[in-house]
């Protein structure tokens, strides 16, 4: 919302300064964006007369100008102008000033081997239009010394504030005023408006020609007939205002309804009366209708929207734009002008599905006086009379305002509570009259009745806005929060600790956080289990993007090949979120997954001149998923790996984890083959995902003091086991056999080899094992040693059916 101080002064009458003026608004809520004052960017120029203007010794194209600024002291100016000559008067900016039209900041000069202490000053380098091919010619009675920007009247600020949706009154300049005047810094200039008397009745019918229960969408409509009106250019001070408020001055006409728009909040229209086709009617339009708009496009209508039509069809899209057919312009000499009720949701809906946006629309769809209606019809009456002549006819109207009264049940109290401010009693009552209200009562409790223009006033919450905001928030006493005698109670669920240190091991795990959307295409969500039509999105944003995701590995899987099509093969990239197994809330989870791709393991990713990178593989997947289990406290003792995944990764070179058969709680491994094909993915994929929500929570134990760390003072020994084990026997199971035939000297074991071929019998492979035992009370003897290796081979045969390989 843009205006300019003088307009401001139409209705306030302060003598505070702009800066005043810009630091209240913001203060109550109306928060001041920009102030453009041209008066004070423009300070340093004055008009100045040339006394003499010569030709230049050393350039053909340049003069020599000596200048009176006014103070009696000629200056030497160098000029490029063609238009220089002397005895002419034009704009002169002194050295120090900076020219806005070439950005640079004058100082004296030499040019050409003479000195210039100056500059004459064309339109565009003062920025204030697109001529320079001359500099300024100013008519003989401009006078001399004086600030350019006065003379010119640029010295009027434009105000530009961020309105809040629910503050339709202060679209307009009158409702800003009376904030204003609230604060205390004027007086409201609130001259009753006395209705226009016209001659006869209008002889324009008009209709609400809408069914019972589409009343509401168009309340009143009023149209007003002015005859032998003269519709040429408004005059200077209107276009001044409009201009400076960015718009562009058409005719007397169009601009009355402009600045009443502005001035008052109130959206009017004209039609040129001998355009119209009979008579006026309010409907809803037809499908297939359309409407050739006044700004030059053709809209295509449907029955959702309200119109003004006439026997020939539709004339005006209501409350968003006029058409061109009967529109005015400078032949037209009668003059039907409109003001209606629309209502808000129907225009905000027409605008959006029609791309229209207008400063009719921007005040309907928020909401407008009803209250003003006819009386906006008179004011632009008023003002078609003044400026263009003419003889009115009395108002035509059909249906009535709605009732808008809302009386609110006030405890003064309230304040207090809810503000934690103390106003007497007599300073609220103020503030609210001033702003509008109407207050009935003189006890503790009185009925509040919200103006007609504020539909945002529901409650006392709303009254206790008013009363704080014109106040000012800066009156409220701060005081310290209480501090509890106990420990506050921990708000995070388990959940939102398990998001959080997920996303924090992830990343220290060497991976890099991405957020993709919730929404994948139906195809992809077929091939991860999902695609149901319970999960399929009613309106997607786009095609691609029609099915909520089941699983977080199809985003992450299309990162990965993007960066790869980027030029950034190695990627390793990770997501924590929600995903869908159906439209029910138990349906949803939260899980962490993470990809890797090309070289981009844990031991660095990328080429090297020591040789070729090795190529991620299914256990690099493995180990960020046991780094995540760890890094959230569960106990891995009961956490089994079952060979295998789900259908999206490779049946040979993935895993399941779980806590028991019925219960798995996420899977790893290599993408399938088919997965990448239909996805369009190349390269080595692997991958994780875990559902956080199937975790088991911690167990709740006493707390116990962790024993220091004892060091045994003995030396470790390491001994090799080479077994032959049936093919399908897992090294994991081979490992634990071994573990539990010596827990209390067995500190660590390695599987190092893995073989079969030669020497190996058919349907058997072998496997080797690096056992280390660590001695914490003696030495260990060969014999105890020996013991110890016996007793490992007895039971990893015994739980595997494997032998000692010769």
């Known amino acids: 919302m843009k205006f300019t101080l003088s307009w401001l002064k139409d209705?306030?009458?302060?003598?505070?300064?702009?800066?005043?003026?810009?630091?209240?608004?913001?203060?109550?809520?109306?928060?001041?964006?920009?102030?453009?004052?041209?008066?004070?960017?423009?300070k340093p120029y004055v008009i100045a007369k040339v006394l003499t203007a010569e030709q230049h010794p050393n350039a053909d194209r340049l003069r020599v100008c000596t200048v009176d600024a006014g103070d009696g002291q000629p200056l030497q100016v160098v000029c490029g102008a063609p238009n220089a000559r002397a005895g002419m008067l034009s704009v002169f900016a002194p050295p120090g000033t900076y020219v806005p039209g070439k950005n640079i900041t004058l100082s004296v000069g030499t040019i050409r081997g003479v000195e210039s202490k100056g500059m004459l000053c064309s339109g565009a380098e003062l920025g204030l239009g697109d001529d320079h091919d001359g500099i300024l010619d100013l008519p003989a009675e401009a006078p001399v010394g004086t600030p350019y920007a006065i003379y010119a009247g640029l010295d009027d600020p434009v105000i530009e504030i961020n309105l809040t949706p629910n503050r339709p009154d202060c679209t307009s300049i009158h409702g800003i005023a009376r904030d204003?005047?609230?604060?205390?810094?004027?007086?409201?200039?609130?001259?009753?408006?006395?209705?226009?008397?016209?001659?006869?009745?209008?002889?324009?019918?008009?209709e609400i020609a809408l069914d019972t229960q589409d009343r509401h969408l168009c309340p009143l409509f009023?149209?007003?007939?002015?005859?032998?009106?003269?519709?040429?250019?408004?005059?200077?001070?209107?276009?001044?205002?409009?201009?400076?408020?960015?718009?562009?001055?058409?005719?007397?006409?169009?601009?009355?309804?402009?600045?009443?728009?502005?001035?008052?909040?109130?959206?009017?229209?004209?039609f040129d009366a001998a355009k119209v086709k009979g008579g006026l009617s309010v409907r809803r339009a037809r499908d297939g209708e359309t409407l050739a708009a006044l700004d030059g496009k053709t809209y295509a209508l449907t029955d959702e929207m309200v119109v003004?039509?006439?026997?020939?069809?539709?004339?005006?899209?209501?409350?968003?734009?006029?058409?061109?057919?009967?529109?005015?312009?400078?032949?037209?000499?009668?003059?039907?002008?409109?003001?209606?009720?629309?209502?808000?949701?129907?225009?905000?809906?027409?605008?959006?599905?029609?791309?229209?946006?207008?400063?009719?629309?921007?005040?309907?769809?928020?909401?407008?006086?009803?209250?003003?209606?006819?009386?906006?019809?008179?004011?632009?009456?008023?003002?078609?009379?003044?400026?263009?002549?003419g003889s009115p006819t009395e108002p035509r109207i059909a249906g009535e305002p709605p009732e808008t009264d809302r009386i609110v049940d006030f405890p003064w109290t309230e304040v207090r509570r809810l503000a934690g401010i103390e106003l007497s009693r007599a300073?609220?009552?103020?503030?609210?009259?001033?702003?509008?209200?109407?207050?009935?009562?003189?006890?503790?409790?009185?009925?509040?009745?919200?103006?007609?223009?504020?539909?945002?006033?529901?409650?006392?919450?709303?009254?206790?806005?008013?009363?704080?905001?014109?106040?000012?928030?800066?009156?409220?006493?701060?005081?310290?929060?209480?501090?509890?005698?106990?420990?506050?109670?921990?708000?995070?669920?388990?959940?939102?600790?398990?998001?959080?240190?997920?996303?924090?091991?992830?990343?220290?795990?060497?991976?890099?956080?991405?957020v993709t959307w919730s929404f994948i295409s139906r195809e992809d969500a077929l091939l991860f289990g999902g695609g149901g039509a319970d999960l399929a999105l009613a309106n997607p944003i786009a095609a691609e993007l029609s099915d909520m995701r089941p699983s977080l590995l199809p985003g992450l899987l299309r990162a990965a090949q993007r960066n790869a099509d980027r030029g950034y093969p190695d990627g390793a990239l990770f997501e924590v979120g929600q995903c869908f197994a159906s439209d029910q809330p138990e349906g949803q989870s939260i899980r962490a997954a993470a990809v890797r791709r090309g070289s981009a393991g844990h031991g660095g990713a990328g080429r090297h001149w020591t040789g070729a990178a090795e190529t991620v593989d299914a256990f690099e997947a493995k180990a960020d998923a046991m780094a995540l289990v760890a890094a959230l406290g569960i106990p891995s003792?009961?956490?089994?790996?079952?060979?295998?995944?789900?259908?999206?990764?490779?049946?040979?070179?993935?895993?399941?984890?779980?806590?028991?058969?019925?219960?798995?709680?996420?899977?790893?491994?290599?993408?399938?083959?088919?997965?990448?094909k239909a996805m369009g993915l190349k390269g080595t994929l692997v991958a994780f995902e875990i559902v956080l929500d199937a975790l088991p929570p911690p167990k709740h134990r006493p707390t116990k003091v962790k024993p220091a760390l004892a060091l045994s003072d003995f030396q470790p020994i390491s001994r090799d086991f080479a077994f032959v084990v049936p093919r399908d026997v897992a090294a994991g199971d081979l490992v634990k056999a071994a573990q539990n035939a010596e827990r209390k000297l067995i500190a660590g074991i390695d599987v190092f080899d893995l073989y079969e071929g030669t020497g190996i019998p058919e349907g058997s492979k072998s496997i080797a094992i690096a056992v280390t035992l660590q001695p914490v009370e003696k030495t260990l003897t060969d014999a105890e040693i020996d013991a110890v290796s016996a007793r490992i081979v007895a039971e990893v045969g015994r739980k595997t059916g494997a032998s000692l390989r010769g």
């Open 180 to 206: 204003l005047a609230a604060t205390g810094i004027g007086v409201l200039k609130n001259e009753p408006l006395p209705p226009v008397r016209g001659e006869g009745a209008c002889p324009v019918g008009i």
């Open 637 to 676: 003792g009961g956490l089994q790996i079952a060979v295998g995944g789900p259908a999206w990764l490779h049946p040979g070179r993935s895993g399941t984890l779980q806590f028991g058969p019925k219960n798995p709680v996420g899977h790893f491994g290599e993408v399938h083959p088919r997965v990448m």
């Open 427 to 514: 300073e609220m009552k103020v503030t609210l009259e001033t702003l509008g209200f109407h207050v009935a009562g003189s006890g503790d409790r009185v009925k509040v009745l919200a103006p007609s223009w504020r539909p945002d006033i529901e409650d006392k919450a709303d009254i206790v806005e008013e009363v704080v905001r014109i106040a000012g928030l800066d009156r409220i006493e701060p005081k310290p929060l209480s501090r509890p005698a106990h420990v506050a109670k921990p708000v995070l669920t388990l959940i939102q600790k398990r998001t959080r240190a997920a996303k924090r091991a992830l990343a220290t795990h060497g991976l890099m956080e991405a």
């Open 11 to 42: 209705h306030l009458d302060t003598e505070a300064t702009l800066e005043t003026i810009a630091e209240t608004l913001t203060r109550i809520g109306l928060e001041v964006e920009r102030i453009e004052d041209k008066a004070a960017a423009l």
């Open 222 to 270: 009023a149209v007003r007939l002015v005859r032998g009106v003269r519709n040429g250019p408004s005059p200077a001070w209107m276009q001044a205002r409009l201009r400076a408020i960015g718009l562009r001055p058409i005719n007397a006409l169009v601009d009355i309804t402009n600045y009443v728009t502005f001035d008052r909040g109130r959206p009017l229209h004209v």
């Open 308 to 389: 003004i039509a006439d026997a020939g069809g539709v004339e005006s899209l209501a409350g968003i734009v006029g058409g061109a057919a009967s529109g005015c312009d400078e032949g037209t000499t009668d003059v039907l002008i409109e003001s209606a009720l629309w209502h808000p949701a129907n225009i905000a809906q027409t605008g959006r599905r029609l791309g229209v946006i207008t400063d009719a629309r921007y005040r309907f769809e928020r909401g407008v006086d009803p209250a003003f209606a006819v009386s906006g019809l008179d004011l632009a009456t008023r003002l078609v009379l003044d400026l263009c002549g």
